[in-house]
């Protein structure tokens, strides 16, 4: 039986997908996004190891609640860099009817995403940034690998919502709303663009963990400009 490296579990989330959700947070990420809001999960070696049996007798006792329109999402750190358990996970949820949301940066090994695919039914897809020096610069990553991987999801028609967190001075310009739009509009398996408001709140997080917070200065973006943002998106 497989395990998995977790860093924490919600039990009831209500923002991961639709519907109320346990939001599995997996442990790793081969990425240094400059606004991490989960620094904690970065080690592949942190967090504790769970049996799937055990993960799986957790999510049995929530199925009430996540029947009702909801599911599981599995989220990190980067749940592909553990891709075997995830698509173990995901296959037993959906012979469980319960329906299954990846939240991934899109990065790893494509192979591994094929697998996990194969039994998902929501793909939320965070597109940090639409330029290659921009996501080099920000998150340390391979814009190509995160473009192959959303070809992937549109190739086998998984429903994808794509999220982009707005950074006040990074990526809070008409210009790049714009690029996200036109780059979100190619996948046709797409139902949805979410911008998420950065908040500095994860500082304290940095200062625990001894890691240098990048963005120390930046301010919080206000819902003012998320709504100012979407409306580019919608015209
Ligand atoms: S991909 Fe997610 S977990 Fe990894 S560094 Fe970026 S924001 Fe943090």
């Not at 967090?47 to 009430?64: C, S």
């Not at 029947?67 to 980067?78: A, D, H, I, K, P």
């Amino acid at each position: 039986m497989k395990q998995g490296r977790i860093s924490s579990i919600q039990s009831m989330g209500a923002v991961d997908g639709p519907g109320i959700r346990c939001v599995v947070f997996l442990q790793g990420c081969p990425l240094r996004c400059a606004y991490c809001h989960n620094p904690e999960t970065w080690p592949i070696e942190g967090g504790e190891e769970m049996d799937l049996a055990d993960l799986l007798t957790k999510i049995e006792r929530l199925r009430p609640y996540l029947q009702q329109g909801g599911g599981v999402t599995v989220s990190g750190g980067e749940p592909l860099l553990q891709w075997e358990f995830v698509a173990e996970l995901f296959s037993n949820l959906q012979d469980r009817g319960i329906h299954t949301a990846l939240d991934t940066s899109g990065v790893g090994s494509l192979q591994g995403a094929s697998e996990v695919l194969q039994h998902t039914n929501l793909v939320i897809c965070d597109l940090k940034f639409c330029n290659e020096q921009d996501f080099r610069k920000q998150c340390h990553g391979d814009l190509r690998q995160v473009y192959d991987f959303l070809a992937l999801t549109a190739e086998r028609g998984v429903p994808l919502w794509i999220r982009q967190v707005i950074v006040p001075g990074l990526n809070d310009t008409k210009e790049s709303i714009l690029s996200l739009k036109e780059q979100a509009r190619q996948y046709p398996n797409l139902e949805q663009i979410e911008l998420l408001p950065f908040r500095t709140l994860c500082a304290t997080k940095y200062e625990a963990l001894g890691i240098p917070f990048l963005l120390q200065g930046t301010r919080d973006c206000s819902e003012e400009t998320i709504h100012r943002l979407e409306a580019w998106l919608t015209e």
